[in-house]
């Protein structure tokens, strides 16, 4: 191979085939300045083929003629990109929360909420993890004073949802924390099925801002039964979510159950529970994004079937039973049965009642036995609210 490697050296062909070499040399250079004049020729004439061939002389000067000031405005007008700062694409403003007024329908809000982020880390500082406090009520909520109280102090962790009748037109005092929280509502009938959309409808609304990373559904008549760090604590620390779901082989269980749900959702799947739930951001985006269960409830739920009290608790059960806590954080007394829970109002509403309902049963946390296992009560009575004002700082360490 050493000859081959010596045949091409011009030294073997004598000097003739050197100028040759040489002239070649010469040909390949001028062909390169060419190229180059003629795409930059391209560019700064705007399309002209008006060549003028000393411009590729072999001198240097013709390989870098810089684009004339036009090339580049024309560029960045042609461009739809808005380039002052305000109207800049960023991430600060996608994370900004919307307004709570929209223009969204259903079914535009569901899908629009369900979107999220596919990558787990987030760039730069977290914004801080917030709590929303979603309100399914008739009119107003008739604990306000004492929720304010417990809210007081822990502005930027918390968030709040009104979903109210649409008939109820009164507008909250100027200082309420309530006041503009409303979302677009409609009408919730007792048991009708529009009682799980208001739900969902809630959650896609709270899940539009991003820092929710908690949800918990209230009524009208829910108390807190801690202050707001513990509660803080318990929801964030939490690694299961809180759907109440039991089977229950009764005509109030089981018995409600329609076979026309067949084959999409089985007797043996079905479950009861309270409708008062706590659950994180994944669980809300996989109960707003189901199309399933929703259409069987709307269509085979109705009159004595409390799709309240089934839906999530089927649904949650069957697909996403592995995060889920089995029971709720809402406490309430039913054995007195029939439709309705007992209700409390303002005899009632005694220090030893509020301890026995903050620490009296046992229940699992985070795999650990734990003595508190409710963070609300319900159902009180308005006329409570005096003496639960009254008790907050002693028995619920809320401070005032
Ligand atoms: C660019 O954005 C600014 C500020 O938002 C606005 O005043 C301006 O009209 C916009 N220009 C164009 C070309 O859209
Ligand atoms: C709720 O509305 C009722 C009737 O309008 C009123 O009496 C009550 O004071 C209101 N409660 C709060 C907390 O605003
Ligand atoms: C609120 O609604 C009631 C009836 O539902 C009506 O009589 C009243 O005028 C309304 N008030 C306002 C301020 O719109
Ligand atoms: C979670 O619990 C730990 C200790 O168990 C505590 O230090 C931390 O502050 C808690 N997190 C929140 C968000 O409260
Ligand atoms: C909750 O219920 C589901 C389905 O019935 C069950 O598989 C799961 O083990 C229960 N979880 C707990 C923590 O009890
Ligand atoms: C629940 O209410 C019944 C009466 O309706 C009462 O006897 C019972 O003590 C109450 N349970 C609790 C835990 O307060
Ligand atoms: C739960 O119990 C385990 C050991 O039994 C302990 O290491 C852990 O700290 C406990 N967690 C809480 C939150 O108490
Ligand atoms: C909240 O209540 C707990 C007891 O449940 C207490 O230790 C804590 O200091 C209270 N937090 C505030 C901010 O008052």
Redesign the pocket.
């Known amino acids: 191979m050493k000859n081959q490697n010596q045949v091409f050296t011009p030294k073997v062909f004598g000097p003739s085939i050197q100028g040759l070499v040489t002239v070649l040399y010469y040909i390949l250079f001028f062909a390169i300045g060419l190229t180059f004049g003629i795409i930059i020729t391209f560019h700064s004439k705007n399309f002209s083929f008006n060549l003028q061939l000393t411009q590729f002389s072999l001198s240097t000067s013709s390989f870098s003629p810089a684009p004339p000031l036009s090339f580049w405005s024309s560029l960045a007008s042609h461009s739809s990109v808005n380039t002052t700062l305000e109207s800049r694409i960023g991430l600060q403003e996608y994370l900004k929360p919307p307004k709570l007024m929209h223009d969204m329908n259903d079914d535009e809000l569901l899908w629009r909420a369900s979107m999220a982020p596919y990558r787990k880390e987030f760039p730069g500082a977290k914004p801080t993890p917030k709590i929303a406090f979603m309100f399914l009520i008739k009119n107003n909520v008739s604990f306000a004073p004492l929720w304010e109280k417990f809210f007081k102090?822990s502005e930027g962790l918390y968030s709040i949802y009104v979903h109210s009748d649409p008939s109820y037109n009164q507008s909250e005092s100027e200082s309420s924390l309530f006041r503009g929280r409303r979302i677009p509502s409609k009408v919730v009938e007792w048991g009708n099925a529009n009682m799980i959309e208001a739900e969902r409808r809630l959650l896609a609304n709270a899940l539009l801002d991003f820092s929710n990373k908690r949800f918990v559904l209230l009524s009208e008549s829910c108390i807190p039964l801690?202050?707001?760090?513990?509660l803080y604590s318990y929801l964030m620390n939490s690694s299961q979510n809180f759907v109440e779901a039991y089977d229950l082989n009764h005509p109030v269980g089981r018995g409600r159950y329609s076979q026309d749900m067949y084959p999409v959702i089985k007797l043996a799947d079905w479950r009861k529970g309270s409708q008062w739930f706590q659950i994180d951001r994944l669980l809300a985006i996989q109960v707003i994004s189901d199309t399933t269960y929703i259409t069987m409830f709307q269509k085979h739920c109705k009159g004595l079937c409390y799709s309240d009290e089934h839906y999530l608790p089927t649904l949650v059960s069957t697909k996403y039973w592995r995060r889920n806590s089995n029971r709720t954080l809402t406490w309430v007394n039913w054995s007195r049965g029939g439709p309705h829970p007992s209700r409390y109002s303002d005899t009632d509403a005694t220090e030893e009642f509020l301890q026995k309902m903050r620490t009296e049963k046992q229940c699992k946390y985070n795999g650990n036995i734990t003595n508190i296992c409710y963070m609300f009560a319900r159902k009180f009575s308005p006329s409570a609210l005096d003496r639960l004002l009254t008790l907050a700082p002693t028995v619920?360490?809320?401070?005032t």
């Open positions: 102090g801690y202050n707001f760090s513990t619920m360490h809320i401070k």
